[in-house]
Antibody, heavy 120, light 106 residues
Framework: QLQLQESGPGLVKPSETLSLTCTVS??????????WGWIRQPPGKGLEWIGS???????YYNPSLKSRVTISVDTSKNQFSLKLSSVTAADTAVYYC????????????WGQGTLVTVSS | IQLTQSPSSLSASVGDRVTITCRAS??????LAWYQQKPGKAPKLLIY???TLQNGVPSTFSGSGSGTDFTLTISSLQPEDFATYFC?????????FGQGTKVEIK
């Protein structure tokens, strides 16, 4: 059974960089059949797609966040990571990692999510 | 592409038929998905391609629509169906979601 698990600091100071890692188990991140994505949800609000990556390292990002986002993949560890720079309180959210079938745009498996709070 | 869901919340009873609407700001063909989210949990994919049920999703759920107007229908609401439902457009990047519809117990 595929599982995704987010990890990283739950508290980040304003202007610093948010860093999260998603560990995939029960399946290979190197599969040619999937992209791997990050989505966030501010408390009590809707969902926002941040960006996605293919095992080869090919990425695409939400233009609204592109200048601050870097997503990378480590196939040897079956992990992919998110970095979001220059964070503000508006970046406080639950961050989810998820699997995205190649050629599709929906997310069929999700991690449980991790709350990241931006505060001094 | 902006997605507008209606209503934003509704109250219903077990056994009721429930319909949620998602309207896109421009035509997206049948490129729409629906998710269910329970408090403190990750979203769960219910439907993609507007009407294709994801494996394991009960047949009480159905989706329809194309172009700009879509609906998610729960034919007979069960206790475990009380949750928030989101639509997502799959047509063009950046992928966007509706604001959600909360289904509460009457």
């Amino acid at each position: 059974q595929l599982q995704l698990q987010e990890s990283g600091p739950g508290l980040v100071k304003p202007s610093e960089t948010l860093s999260l890692t998603c560990t995939v188990s029960g399946g290979s991140i190197s599969s040619s059949s999937y992209y791997w994505g990050w989505i966030r949800q501010p408390p009590g609000k809707g969902l926002e797609w941040i960006g996605s990556i293919y095992y080869s390292g090919s990425t695409y990002y939400n233009p609204s966040l592109k200048s601050r986002v870097t997503i990378s993949v480590d196939t040897s560890k079956n992990q992919f990571s998110l970095k979001l720079s220059s964070v503000t309180a508006a970046d406080t959210a639950v961050y989810y990692c998820a699997r995205q079938p190649f050629g599709q745009s929906f997310f069929d498996y999700w991690g449980q999510g991790t709350l990241v709070t931006v505060s001094s | 592409i902006q997605l507008t869901q209606s209503p934003s919340s509704l109250s219903a009873s077990v056994g009721d038929r429930v319909t949620i609407t998602c309207r896109a700001s421009q035509g997206i063909g049948s490129f729409l998905a629906w998710y269910q989210q329970k408090p403190g949990k990750a979203p769960k994919l219910l439907i993609y391609a507007a009407s294709t049920l994801q494996n394991g999703v009960p047949s009480t759920f159905s989706g329809s629509g194309s172009g700009t107007d879509f609906t998610l229908t729960i034919s007979s609401l069960q206790p475990e169906d009380f949750a928030t439902y989101f639509c997502q457009q799959l047509n063009s990047y950046p992928w966007t979601f509706g604001q959600g519809t909360k289904v509460e117990i009457k």
